[in-house]
């Protein structure tokens, strides 16, 4: 299915996990994926998912989640909103097309810095990188989007924990 592209000032939103079911469109991949040993898991928490676990820099490092878009789901998007508590840890977003370098799939990222429980992303201020090293890449084309998600991957051990709400797709 493909959307329309939103237009000035419109919001649409991509995950509202106070809707039934939502959590079961999201997957987990921890750094096993690498031979790392981290942990993170989701569960529904009242009107939010809980992302939470442990990180474990000998190996990998990191824990994620994520889902898949519909075609053209952020089309015409300047910016992603999300609803959120944390843990003051450095989540972050991370957003993928099917833009590849060296066969890889590049991954797009943006900091998380809430400010009374709502983070705001620019889309055109992602950085892109393969396996958490920035790579030379075009810019992120929101129409293109394949998946969003979140990942921490701070550098530091131990546990960690977010909850989210919500997350929007909107134009300025």
Request: with cysteine.
């Amino acid at each position: 299915m493909s959307l329309a592209a939103l237009t000035a000032g419109e919001c649409r939103t991509i995950a509202d996990f106070g809707a039934p079911n939502e959590i079961d469109r999201w997957q987990v991949v921890n750094d096993g994926v690498m031979g790392g040993l981290s942990r993170g898991q989701i569960a529904p928490a009242g009107d939010a998912m809980r992302f939470w676990g442990e990180i474990n820099t000998d190996g990998g490092g990191f824990s994620s989640i994520r889902h898949r878009l519909d075609r053209g789901e952020l089309a015409g998007a300047t910016h992603l909103r999300v609803t959120m508590d944390g843990d003051r840890r450095d989540y972050q977003l991370s957003l993928r097309s099917n833009a590849r370098l060296y066969g890889r799939s590049i991954a797009y990222r943006g900091s998380l810095q809430p400010s009374n429980g709502v983070a705001t992303v620019a889309l055109d201020g992602l950085e892109p990188s393969i396996f958490g090293r920035r790579v030379p890449a075009p810019a992120f084309d929101p129409a293109a989007a394949r998946s969003v998600g979140f990942i921490l991957a701070d550098g530091r051990d131990g546990p960690f924990e977010m909850k989210v709400r919500k997350i929007e797709a909107c134009s300025a």
